[in-house]
């Protein structure tokens, strides 16, 4: 094969990897997205800043989904690229039934400690009323909030991108529908917005864990592959873990925001944080769609051995994500207006808070892009430790400026804590990564 049509090679792998990925992650944001259009045209700026105060604990819930998914995952698709697929089956029968364990860990956290969770924000009055409306559906449907997230990137590491694309884009439609019916049509408010999540993540769980029973998985699972081995599971959150650690991070990062603006401002305020939240979320779903995408690829190959290879797909995935969030920089500023009263057209000042807000919040966000796809990196190559290390490293850095900002610059000191910290992080990370680059290239 020529250098040439390796390349195209390269690039048709990477793109049939990394589109259905990015399909699949920006269609799951419709579910918060949807979600927070029809709160906002229905209930207001109250109910974003209730279902603001209740992200922290969701997105606790969520990040362990993604620690058993992307470990299980990452851990099986580096045993089929050694050859040993008997062990990536065992593998995947663990991280179902590790699923299963974490889910009800989860869900005795969540009823312990879930209301604690909206009133260390400082919820009071109509916002923690309806930030309980929304957690009392979800401590149901725990389990499903978790396998909603686990599940495709089970399937994706299975060599099934589409599939697992299609499921994502079925519970998303599924959502929509019942975010409307819900909340438009029967005025169900939170509760309604909560059960509309909850049964679209039902679909996509049991679909989901039915793939690894059919003959289109290419690691088809049997009943004897369901027991939980405490080695594997070790193993699955070692690598997992730093998913985990990521979400932990925005649910902190997020709670002390929340705090921070009803501390400077009010409920207004925390209503055009969740505005800006849900728009910022695109574009790290699209980063994180494009690492999630290379990483199957990235681990088979540093598996096989093919560590060229393997370095092509790790460019790419740095080259889209970051160009990426440069773009999204000057789309949101120019088309800041339109996008914003999509969510609300009648509160003014809703629409002035939110529009100041995400000049200033946004303005390095393509450093998210990279910090995603270093972590994603390090979690291809098992390098859990690393992986873990850059989270924890964001969650140090961003929590002092959050703390020194805002004494000093107000409202604006807590809009400007992210990009002054993604610029520091950065450059850890950056370091981090090129020794491990140096390194490679050695092997």
Same mark, same amino acid.
């Given at each position: 094969?020529?250098?040439?049509?390796?390349?195209?090679?390269?690039?048709?792998?990477?793109?049939?990897?990394?589109?259905?990925?990015?399909?699949?992650?920006?269609?799951?944001?419709?579910?918060?997205?949807?979600?927070?259009?029809?709160?906002?045209?229905?209930?207001?700026? @109250?109910?974003?800043?209730?279902?603001?105060?209740?992200?922290?604990?969701?997105?606790?819930?969520?990040?362990?989904?993604?620690?058993?998914?992307?470990?299980?995952?990452?851990?099986?698709?580096?045993?089929?690229?050694?050859?040993?697929?008997?062990?990536?089956?065992?593998?995947?029968?663990?991280?179902?039934?590790?699923?299963?364990?974490?889910?009800?860990?989860?869900?005795?956290?969540?009823?312990?400690?879930?209301?604690?969770?909206?009133?260390?924000?400082?919820? @009071?009055?109509?916002?923690?009323?309806?930030?309980?409306?929304?957690?009392?559906?979800?401590?149901?449907?725990?389990?499903?909030?978790?396998?909603?997230?686990?599940?495709?990137?089970?399937?994706?590491?299975?060599?099934?991108?589409?599939?697992?694309?299609?499921?994502?884009?079925?519970?998303?439609?599924?959502?929509?529908?019942?975010?409307?019916?819900?909340?438009?049509?029967?005025?169900?408010?939170?509760?309604?917005?909560?059960?509309?999540?909850?049964?679209?993540?039902?679909?996509?769980?049991?679909?989901?864990?039915?793939?690894?029973?059919?003959?289109?998985?290419?690691?088809?699972?049997?009943?004897?592959?369901?027991?939980?081995?405490?080695?594997?599971?070790?193993? !699955? +959150?070692?690598?997992?873990?730093?998913?985990?650690?990521?979400?932990?991070?925005?649910?902190?990062?997020?709670?002390?925001?929340?705090?921070?603006?009803? !501390?400077?401002?009010?409920?207004?305020?925390?209503?055009?944080?969740?505005?800006?939240?849900?728009?910022?979320?695109?574009?790290?779903?699209?980063?994180?769609?494009?690492?999630?995408?290379?990483?199957?690829?990235?681990?088979?190959?540093?598996?096989?051995?093919?560590?060229?290879?393997?370095?092509?797909?790790?460019?790419?995935?740095?080259?889209?994500?970051?160009? !990426?969030?440069?773009?999204?920089?000057?789309?949101?500023?120019?088309?800041?207006?339109?996008?914003?009263?999509?969510?609300?057209?009648?509160?003014?000042?809703?629409? @002035?808070?939110?529009?100041?807000?995400?000049?200033?919040?946004?303005?390095?966000?393509?450093?998210?892009?990279?910090?995603? +796809?270093?972590?994603?990196?390090?979690? !291809?190559?098992?390098?859990?430790?690393?992986?873990?290390?850059?989270?924890?490293?964001?969650?140090?850095?961003?929590?002092?400026?959050?703390?020194?900002?805002?004494?000093?610059?107000?409202?604006?000191?807590?809009?400007?804590?992210?990009?002054?910290?993604?610029?520091?992080?950065?450059?850890?990370?950056?370091?981090?990564?090129?020794?491990?680059?140096?390194?490679?290239?050695?092997?």
């Amino acid at each position: 094969m020529t250098q040439a049509s390796a390349q195209i090679s390269v690039n048709r792998q990477f793109w049939r990897y990394v589109l259905p990925t990015v399909a699949a992650m920006l269609v799951s944001g419709l579910y918060q997205l949807v979600d927070g259009i029809f709160i906002g045209r229905h209930i207001g700026a @109250e109910g974003l800043a209730a279902i603001n105060i209740a992200w922290p604990i969701v997105g606790v819930l969520y990040g362990l989904g993604m620690m058993v998914g992307v470990g299980a995952g990452a851990l099986s698709s580096l045993s089929r690229g050694e050859g040993h697929q008997a062990r990536a089956q065992a593998q995947l029968g663990n991280g179902l039934v590790l699923l299963l364990l974490v889910s009800a860990l989860a869900t005795v956290g969540l009823w312990a400690l879930g209301d604690w969770g909206l009133r260390i924000q400082d919820a @009071e009055g109509p916002v923690l009323a309806l930030g309980q409306d929304y957690l009392a559906v979800l401590l149901f449907a725990v389990p499903l909030a978790l396998g909603s997230m686990a599940l495709p990137f089970m399937l994706r590491n299975d060599g099934a991108p589409n599939r697992a694309t299609a499921l994502i884009v079925l519970g998303a439609l599924t959502n929509i529908l019942l975010d409307w019916w819900f909340i438009a049509e029967l005025g169900w408010g939170l509760t309604g917005a909560a059960l509309a999540t909850a049964l679209a993540q039902a679909l996509v769980t049991l679909l989901g864990v039915a793939h690894f029973f059919t003959q289109a998985a290419q690691t088809r699972l049997r009943v004897a592959d369901l027991r939980l081995r405490p080695f594997d599971a070790g193993r !699955s +959150c070692s690598i997992g873990l730093s998913s985990m650690l990521m979400y932990g991070y925005f649910s902190v990062v997020i709670a002390l925001h929340n705090g921070l603006f009803l !501390s400077y401002g009010d409920a207004t305020v925390v209503g055009a944080y969740a505005i800006v939240g849900y728009l910022m979320a695109f574009y790290f779903l699209f980063a994180e769609g494009v690492a999630s995408g290379a990483q199957p690829l990235i681990s088979l190959h540093y598996g096989a051995g093919q560590y060229a290879l393997m370095k092509r797909y790790a460019r790419r995935m740095l080259v889209v994500a970051v160009g !990426s969030g440069v773009l999204a920089v000057v789309l949101f500023n120019l088309a800041a207006g339109p996008l914003i009263r999509v969510f609300n057209d009648a509160d003014p000042a809703l629409f @002035e808070a939110t529009r100041h807000g995400l000049r200033l919040h946004m303005l390095a966000i393509y450093l998210d892009g990279f910090l995603f +796809c270093v972590g994603v990196f390090f979690q !291809s190559l098992g390098a859990g430790r690393k992986a873990t290390l850059i989270t924890l490293a964001n969650m140090g850095i961003q929590l002092p400026f959050l703390l020194l900002l805002p004494p000093w610059l107000g409202l604006d000191g807590v809009w400007l804590a992210l990009p002054i910290s993604n610029v520091v992080l950065s450059l850890v990370a950056g370091t981090l990564l090129w020794r491990e680059w140096q390194r490679l290239a050695k092997l």
